[in-house]
């Protein structure tokens, strides 16, 4: 289900006849980015699936069994950016959730840009319950796609058009929404700690009147004192009866069991344990509804383009991973939120005039107690500890360095303390390389390449290291990228 797709790819399904042709071509490009969707979820659960969902786009479209990303760190924004571009990160400049940006001298979130800020007031991400602390990075509460830096198929579509198209994403993410819709689109995204859908001034000065309306509906608050339940009887799921696993995670109170408990609209957590939950893509395809319906999508002769990027798979896979039975009970639900959504854009376009496209936009490991129960080696890898390894402390004693030569992890890259390595008159290319060979050695690591070895571009044509390669951006890229075995980060 991870199809990598091209402009070139989607422009011959709409231009050149593959499923529409030049007297019929589609009035509404529908792209649906399913956030951490592995491959094989689909078909695992898909006993318990009912009509208009996923059997639907097996039975009636394209289903790629094997396909897969060529870049290396499956990210979100990283996946996102290659499913709007068709580029890779080497190219289209998105290389992961954060990089260090050497001119500014920190760390950067993807889409952040302090010339746009949300016009929502505190309506910022709640660092206290984000999964991704990625996103606690940035430095504003602005948002822009600046910072990708190829054109994406909405763009292009919007081009094609002169500017006749709509095009918007939608997403709880506002990396989900801002990546799809490109340069030239609108989006939104979910405020947790508002609870409202939002968007910053690269896109609007003001709200448009049915999003204020959306937003005071107070859609969300439904959720009030409500919970999370099962789906179908416990005795159907192939999970059934492993819902509370030592691995797991209780993140602010949201519990390993079910139910899992919204509580009050007006707790702190609200906003948070909706999006932990199938609620957030529940709440994701209402919004959509409104807009296809006030932006009057696929109404007339001109294509139109809409993205809605559904996260709660993302957060659910995060807190208790892709085999568990909050997995499965959320992709049986996620299953029926598709074939609402379906159901509503055949009513309003049509389906016969709307090009579905599904993706994920990366998958996600089993967590290592999982395989571990199973008899398979797997485990944790602490990027943090690296500095203190013997191997690094007796090569900072050959280099004379007495502080920490290994700065930061972000994955996938590592980045060094240039600025010690600077003053010490060290060779950076040498350092880098050493550090490489040192790192290779440790457990888990199965891959560990040095910028300077990318640039070059003399690795021998190896599996990993063509993904390497294809991450690989000059400027935005760290020192040495790391790539692992079947482990987890911690």
């Given at each position: 289900?991870?199809?990598?797709?091209?402009?070139?790819?989607?422009?011959?399904?709409?231009?050149?006849?593959?499923?529409?042709?030049?007297?019929?071509?589609?009035?509404?490009?529908?792209?649906?980015?399913?956030?951490?969707?592995?491959?094989?979820?689909?078909?695992?659960?898909?006993?318990?699936?009912?009509?208009?969902?996923?059997?639907?786009?097996?039975?009636?479209?394209?289903?790629?069994?094997?396909?897969?990303?060529?870049?290396?760190?499956?990210?979100?924004?990283?996946?996102?950016?290659?499913?709007?571009?068709?580029?890779?990160?080497?190219?289209?400049?998105?290389?992961?959730?954060?990089?260090?940006?050497?001119?500014?001298?920190?760390?950067?979130?993807?889409?952040?840009?302090?010339?746009?800020?949300?016009?929502?007031?505190?309506?910022?991400?709640?660092?206290?319950?984000?999964?991704?602390?990625?996103?606690?990075?940035?430095?504003?509460?602005?948002?822009?796609?600046?910072?990708?830096?190829?054109?994406?198929?909405?763009?292009?579509?919007?081009?094609?058009?002169?500017?006749?198209?709509?095009?918007?994403?939608?997403?709880?993410?506002?990396?989900?929404?801002?990546?799809?819709?490109?340069?030239?689109?609108?989006?939104?995204?979910?405020?947790?700690?508002?609870?409202?859908?939002?968007?910053?001034?690269?896109?609007?000065?003001?709200?448009?009147?049915?999003?204020?309306?959306?937003?005071?509906?107070?859609?969300?608050?439904?959720?009030?004192?409500?919970?999370?339940?099962?789906?179908?009887?416990?005795?159907?799921?192939?999970?059934?009866?492993?819902?509370?696993?030592?691995?797991?995670?209780?993140?602010?109170?949201?519990?390993?069991?079910?139910?899992?408990?919204?509580?009050?609209?007006?707790?702190?957590?609200?906003?948070?344990?909706?999006?932990?939950?199938?609620?957030?893509?529940?709440?994701?395809?209402?919004?959509?509804?409104?807009?296809?319906?006030?932006?009057?999508?696929?109404?007339?002769?001109?294509?139109?383009?809409?993205?809605?990027?559904?996260?709660?798979?993302?957060?659910?896979?995060?807190?208790?991973?892709?085999?568990?039975?909050?997995?499965?009970?959320?992709?049986?639900?996620?299953?029926?939120?598709?074939?609402?959504?379906?159901?509503?854009?055949?009513?309003?376009?049509?389906?016969?005039?709307?090009?579905?496209?599904?993706?994920?936009?990366?998958?996600?490991?089993?967590?290592?107690?999982?395989?571990?129960?199973?008899?398979?080696?797997?485990?944790?890898?602490?990027?943090?500890?690296?500095?203190?390894?013997?191997?690094?402390?007796?090569?900072?004693?050959?280099?004379?360095?007495?502080?920490?030569?290994?700065?930061?992890?972000?994955?996938?890259?590592?980045?060094?303390?240039?600025?010690?390595?600077?003053?010490?008159?060290?060779?950076?290319?040498?350092?880098?390389?050493?550090?490489?060979?040192?790192?290779?050695?440790?457990?888990?690591?199965?891959?560990?390449?040095?910028?300077?070895?990318?640039?070059?571009?003399?690795?021998?044509?190896?599996?990993?290291?063509?993904?390497?390669?294809?991450?690989?951006?000059?400027?935005?890229?760290?020192?040495?990228?790391?790539l692992f075995e079947r482990i987890l980060l911690r």
């Amino acid at each position: 289900m991870k199809i990598r797709i091209t402009i070139i790819t989607i422009l011959s399904l709409l231009w050149a006849g593959t499923a529409f042709s030049q007297t019929h071509k589609p009035k509404l490009v529908l792209q649906i980015t399913v956030d951490q969707l592995r491959g094989d979820l689909p078909e695992k659960f898909m006993k318990n699936m009912g009509e208009g969902g996923f059997r639907y786009l097996k039975a009636q479209g394209i289903w790629y069994a094997n396909a897969h990303y060529g870049h290396a760190n499956t990210e979100t924004v990283v996946g996102h950016t290659v499913l709007a571009t068709g580029a890779d990160p080497a190219v289209n400049g998105m290389i992961s959730n954060v990089w260090f940006d050497r001119e500014k001298g920190r760390l950067v979130y993807n889409i952040e840009d302090a010339r746009y800020p949300i016009l929502t007031e505190n309506a910022d991400v709640d660092a206290s319950t984000e999964i991704d602390q990625s996103q606690v990075i940035a430095s504003t509460d602005g948002r822009s796609p600046a910072n990708i830096i190829t054109t994406t198929f909405s763009d292009e579509l919007m081009l094609m058009t002169n500017g006749k198209a709509k095009v918007f994403g939608v997403s709880v993410k506002d990396r989900g929404a801002v990546t799809m819709a490109g340069h030239t689109g609108k989006t939104f995204w979910f405020s947790k700690p508002k609870g409202e859908f939002i968007t910053s001034s690269y896109y609007y000065k003001e709200y448009p009147k049915w999003v204020k309306q959306w937003n005071k509906r107070k859609f969300p608050n439904t959720f009030n004192n409500k919970s999370w339940k099962l789906m179908h009887d416990r005795s159907t799921y192939l999970f059934g009866n492993d819902d509370d696993q030592p691995w797991e995670m209780d993140m602010a109170g949201f519990g390993r069991t079910f139910p899992h408990q919204f509580g009050p609209a007006n707790s702190p957590y609200f906003g948070s344990y909706l999006t932990f939950s199938p609620a957030g893509d529940e709440i994701t395809l209402d919004f959509a509804k409104a807009l296809i319906e006030a932006e009057d999508i696929g109404q007339d002769e001109i294509t139109d383009y809409l993205s809605i990027s559904f996260s709660s798979t993302d957060y659910v896979g995060h807190l208790f991973g892709p085999s568990s039975l909050e997995a499965e009970d959320n992709m049986l639900r996620l299953d029926r939120t598709l074939a609402d959504l379906f159901a509503f854009v055949d009513e309003k376009v049509g389906l016969e005039n709307t090009l579905i496209v599904l993706s994920g936009d990366h998958g996600g490991p089993d967590v290592p107690g999982y395989l571990e129960s199973f008899g398979i080696e797997s485990g944790y890898v602490s990027p943090d500890k690296w500095d203190k390894e013997p191997s690094i402390q007796t090569l900072k004693q050959k280099f004379g360095i007495g502080q920490e030569l290994i700065h930061d992890f972000f994955p996938p890259y590592l980045y060094l303390n240039e600025k010690i390595i600077k003053e010490k008159g060290l060779d950076l290319e040498e350092v880098e390389k050493a550090v490489a060979k040192e790192l290779m050695s440790i457990k888990g690591v199965a891959l560990a390449v040095s910028s300077f070895a990318l640039q070059e571009n003399k690795l021998p044509d190896t599996y990993l290291n063509r993904k390497a390669l294809r991450n690989f951006n000059r400027k935005r890229s760290g020192n040495l990228l790391i790539l692992f075995e079947r482990i987890l980060l911690r």
